[in-house]
């Protein structure tokens, strides 16, 4: 077995852990991303409201990928983005 696979293999458990708090915990872990993302928005004076909107999305976007796991253990692929690019 190679490095990459033994790790892989002592990591799983961990995994599956996060993976499982997620669900329970999901909702309030959004919640704090939301009220962390509108104190730091308020305390710049709003100068930087996308890059922080953009981050608080991919933040909630990898919950939402570590909370939702296929039948088969496999997590599905991240979401199209919704919001087009900024020109």
Request: proline share 8%.
């Amino acid at each position: 077995m190679g490095l990459l696979e033994n790790l892989k293999a002592k990591l799983a458990p961990a995994k599956d852990k996060v993976s499982d708090l997620a669900q329970q915990h999901g909702d309030k872990v959004t919640h704090g991303l939301d009220k962390a993302a509108k104190v730091v928005d308020e305390k710049t004076k709003h100068k930087y409201s996308d890059k922080i909107q953009t981050g608080t999305g991919k933040a909630k976007g990898a919950m939402d990928r570590l909370a939702h796991k296929d039948s088969d253990g496999v997590t599905p692929p991240p979401d199209t983005p919704t919001t087009p690019p900024a020109s």
